[in-house]
């Protein structure tokens, strides 16, 4: 069956880099477009980052953008997430989703457009 397995949360100080891995199993990883959400205490779960089936394509929230990069390897059936610069409103459970379906920038936005999710890996930011 899919399992999506994130890994790599960690407890950071502002201004400091981590990457967070998800580790797909169960599809055929390199015809679905993957993303990241995240959800903050007392937060609704929000949008982070999308990447297309072959990578070329990639979608951004707007509390991110130019501080993580997503990426992936169709090779090893792994998504990635670069963050840098991270500040405390960052903490958050991070969330990895699969969507069969292209990188189109209405569909990646909605939660409801993906077809799997993990369980999610833990963030905190220290001020």
């Known amino acids: 069956q899919v399992q999506l397995v994130e890994s790599g949360g960690a407890l950071v100080q502002a201004g400091d880099s981590l990457r967070v891995s998800c580790a797909a199993s169960g599809f055929t990883f390199s015809l679905y477009t993957m993303g990241w959400f995240r959800q903050g205490p007392g937060k609704e779960r929000e949008f982070v980052a999308a990447?297309?089936?072959?990578?070329?394509?990639?979608h951004y929230g707007d509390a991110v953008k130019g501080r993580f990069a997503i990426s992936r390897d169709n090779t090893k059936n792994m998504v990635y997430l670069q963050m840098n610069s991270l500040k405390p409103e960052d903490t958050a459970d991070y969330y990895c989703?699969?969507?069969?379906?292209?990188?189109?920038?209405?569909?990646?936005?909605?939660?409801?457009?993906?077809?799997?999710w993990g369980q999610g890996t833990v963030v905190t930011v220290s001020s």
């Open positions: 990447i297309g089936d072959d990578g070329s394509i990639t």
């Open positions: 989703a699969a969507r069969r379906g292209p990188a189109n920038r209405r569909a990646v936005f909605d939660q409801s457009r993906y077809d799997d």
